[in-house]
């Protein structure tokens, strides 16, 4: 079991089974949302369970028909990510308690990463999404 929280700890979930990957994402909605870039943790929508504060949770929704929801704490702010998109969870890695266990293998969304951050490990890079082997 993976466990997270808010920083006010309102916020609770738990994370059962393996997660599929975790990325750097520098989409704009992370950039902005969580400083330069976040550390997104992806599963099967299933394994994601709230476990307290679920009325505490905000979702910020793009009018430009994106599908994802930005999920945040209403008392603290504390970045989620995206809790519920389809058959996935995309957690904000920093939201996490615990070491999921598995280690960041890409980088995701680098068109829109801004040029002052520059990207010095070895992962590979991806202009827009990327879908992990399930
Ligand atoms: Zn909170
Ligand atoms: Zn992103």
Redo the contacts with the bound molecule.
Sequence with gaps: MINGSCLCGKVKFQISGEPFSLSY???S??RKAAGVF?A?LIGKAGDLLITDGQDEIAKFTSETGSKFERCFCKNCGTSLGDMASGDVYVIAASALDDDPKIRPTVH??TASKPDWYEIVDDLKKFDGDYVAEK
């Design positions: 994402c520098h989409c909605r992370c976040s997104v995701i969304h």
